[in-house]
């Protein structure tokens, strides 16, 4: 680990003041994690950021829509596994169609990737047993990675994935990374999900072959439901974040308990000047400048796209009609520009969700002045329930969120630098500077009187 004491450098106005100091903690932080995980989504983000890595190898997922199959081909996936089979497609939040088993081997094929169906017929088959542990241990060493594993929920997968991971720790020395049961409850609890019933814990001392744990810590995630939305990452009891949602979202998040959504995006104009972000389109790719600069043109314009094709080779009508790429999201507020926040506001006021906007520039500096400046609306929300906090990627939200939730909730400063880390962010005095900044201002007891926050 890096030494424990740095300097920094404040340069505030005319003077250069040189501050030293000693910080015992920061690299003391354990994580519930199996590994230091990295940002979400591969090699695209904005399209990826649902998948939850449990190890660089393997991330697991719900129910896929094809758009999502095609994007984690796009994001560098080479491997799609589902646990369960479906005879029949989906309407999720009656609107997203997710394929049916056929279709979705058909999808995965046409976008390049292995697919792999252990083909479990549903909740009521014994996915939380050890022949279903042995078959995802026999199929995984034959799959090109890295691979995304999916359920329903992401809730069952984790589970058979991490004991996977269990029995190789048992039976091979050299394994890492090393899950104990131990390991097992933290990572699960701080995933947001629950195995501590009595059948899951057999089955977990089963294959680690260590006594049935007596009290497992339990998730703290509210409501318990949030799963139906798994696409959400649980941050802290009653907050979560996500990257972009999509329209037929809002039902969802609804039926789950949610109150409130705060979007963290740039809205069509910020002081006067015109400042929609881009949206995701697939086979394209992602994060060029919507309104083009002196090397490219408007992003979505018909010769830009063509520049950006990330695999010419898919056939015609992969993407949009006609074509092996995509021109348009307007399921994901998107306009023939990029992102139009506008289009997602009016979505909002036919729900009964709260809708709190929050532009932050994805790539400006964070400063305790930014957090302050957003801190009542942001506890206004988190007091009234269940809230989600979106951007494009979930990185933005997850940095004010986890710096909400400790506020809200009197954590500290050490936990809002492990809970960070656990979402795939790494903040330190060297990585992040500015988020670390944010944090220790706002939540260090010896600086609250900078911040005016002195409940801790
Ligand atoms: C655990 O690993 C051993 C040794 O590789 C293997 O024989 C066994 O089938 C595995 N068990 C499970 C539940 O995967
Ligand atoms: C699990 O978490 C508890 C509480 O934070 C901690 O005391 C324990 O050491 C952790 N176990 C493992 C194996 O990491
Ligand atoms: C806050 O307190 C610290 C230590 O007591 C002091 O050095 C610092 O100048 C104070 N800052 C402000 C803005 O009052």
Known sequence: MDAKCYILVLILSLHSVIVTFCDDSVDDIVL???VQRKAPGLKAP???WWAKEITPDYHVAGRLSERQIKYAADGGFKSIVSLFHYDEPL??????????SKEEEEIVKSAGMQFYKVGLAGLHDKWASVETVEHISRILPTLEKPILLHCNRGYTISFVTLMHMANRTRHDPSFTPKISSG????????????FTMENTKQVVAEITGEEVVKNPPRLNAEPELWKIYWKAHPVYKNWFTAGQIRDTDLKVLEEVGFKAVVNMRQGVETDGKPSQEQVTLINIKDGTPTYGDENSLPRQVPEELERLILDPSKPKGYGSENLNYETSNPGEFGDEIGYNEDLEKEAFEKSTLKYYHIPIDSNGKYSPELFGKYKDMLLEAGRNGPVLVHCASAKRVAYMSVLASAVQYNKDFN????RIRELG????PTKQPDVYEMFAAWLKKDRSNETGHLEL
């Open 32 to 34: 519930d994690t199996a």
């Open 46 to 48: 904005k399209k990826l």
């Open 91 to 100: 309407l999720y939040g009656g609107g997203e169609y997710l394929p049916s």
């Open 183 to 194: 390991n097992f409850y933290n990572i699960t609890a701080a995933m947001g999900i629950d």
């Open 415 to 418: 936990w809002a630098l492990k």
């Open 425 to 428: 962010f790494y903040v330190s």
